[in-house]
């Protein structure tokens, strides 16, 4: 393995508390590492320092083996400085370690930031009024793609996520993992040599987020691109990962296979608490066959809610499970009146009425 990063002895503290424990490790080149954890363990204050985000580290280093080009800083994993070439100006190539956090790196620092992508569990990274060829037509013009060439691009990149099919639809109104795919299209066109992604599935079902994972995956393999994906679900660390680390009140558990690494995980992993259903009260909500349609330009009519029935009872917790598109997030709306349905009822009883 040809190393990109050196992570050295990080330690990071927040108000004199210590999130992050002398963290070493390796991430090799084009290489998916997985970090899994459970909530608060320290993943995304790693994922930031790693980025280059956020505030500097307490003490440690972060080292990038890059080549970056003499002429133009187009940078390029270390081992590309045998070529010698600039795949961007035909420039000189020349092997650098750069300690990132360094104050006296700030250039190159941000010429590598150029090189790396993000993806979150949020799509925030969207313009959601704007159509999905549009959204990633932006990405390109980002980094001064070649107008001319922009529009081949942007198609390839959409095809790459499967995406053709939804070119021309505007963004606001795709399913959840629709969404994530547009923003990775949009990550890819920076032609990235690494990927940091924050739980990119988080808020995906589990089939969904297979086909996520496997978009993540063949971007990785064909654009020979690194990953540093971190999830508090196995499933993540397990589709996508060649290597994983299992993170522990800031400190490393495990570094290893990622099935070694979800077993050392799941082991503390134990239910035993009691459970005793309630007893159920009255009907608060009532649902009658309640539809909800869109008219949309591009789809005609998108049925979002499509005749629903049910009660639910005071004291009673009420489960909504479905996959991606599938009605959840507007049945949700429709239940907290932000918006109406358009036929059918719903009755919630509030106070004694
Ligand atoms: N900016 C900050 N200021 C103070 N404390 C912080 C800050 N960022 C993170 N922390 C603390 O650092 C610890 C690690 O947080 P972190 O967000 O990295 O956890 P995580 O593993 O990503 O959790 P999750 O799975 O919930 O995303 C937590 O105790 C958190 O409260
Ligand atoms: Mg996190």
């Known amino acids: 393995m040809t190393p990109l990063i050196t992570v050295n002895n990080l330690c990071m503290d927040f108000d004199g508390k210590r999130v992050l424990k002398n ?16 909530s608060g363990a320290g993943k995304t204050v790693l994922m930031h320092l790693l980025r280059g985000v956020e505030q500097p580290p307490t003490s440690g280093k972060i080292i990038y083996h890059i080549a970056a080009c003499d002429s133009c800083m187009y940078i390029c994993m270390g081992s590309a400085a045998k ?15 750069v300690d990132f956090w360094d104050e006296k790196n700030e250039e190159i620092k941000r010429h590598i930031m150029k090189r790396t992508a993000i993806m979150f569990q949020r799509t925030f990274a969207l313009y959601g009024n704007d159509r999905v060829i549009e ?33 021309m639809h505007i963004a ?5 993992g629709e969404k994530q795919r547009v923003v990775l ?8 040599f690494l990927l940091f992604a924050d739980e990119p599935t988080g808020t995906l079902d589990p089939e969904t987020a297979h086909l996520v994972h496997s978009m993540l995956t063949n971007a990785a393999k064909s ?4 990953m540093v994906v971190t999830s508090h679900f196995s499933q993540v660390i397990e ?46 909500l009532i649902a009658r066959d309640v539809y909800k349609r869109y008219i949309s330009v591009d789809r005609g009519v998108v049925r979002a809610v499509n005749g629903v029935t049910f009660n639910v009872a005071e004291k009673e917790i009420f489960g909504i499970i479905g996959k991606s598109g599938a009605g959840k997030t507007t049945l949700s709306r429709i239940i907290s009146g932000i918006i109406e349905p358009t036929s059918g009822e719903m009755i919630i009883r509030i106070g004694e009425e």
């Open 239 to 284: 589709e996508v990962a060649d290597r994983a680390m299992l993170l522990v009140d800031g400190e490393i558990a495990k570094l290893g296979s990622p099935t070694e690494v979800i077993e050392e995980f799941m082991k503390d992993f134990v239910d035993e608490e009691e459970y005793e259903p309630p007893s159920l009260g009255e009907n608060v």
């Open 223 to 226: 654009n020979t691109m690194g």
């Open 83 to 97: 070529k010698k070439k600039c795949p961007e100006c035909g420039g000189k190539l020349v092997a650098k370690d």
């Open 185 to 192: 299209a949009r990550q890819l066109a920076k032609n990235p």
């Open 23 to 38: 963290i070493s490790f390796e991430i090799g080149e084009g290489e998916v590492l997985g970090i899994i954890g459970r």
């Open 172 to 176: 606001r109104d795709l399913s959840g």
């Open 135 to 167: 959204n990633v037509l932006h990405a390109l013009d980002d980094i001064n793609y070649p107008a001319e060439k922009a529009i081949n691009r942007a198609a390839d990149l959409l095809d790459e996520v499967r995406l053709s099919h939804r070119m």
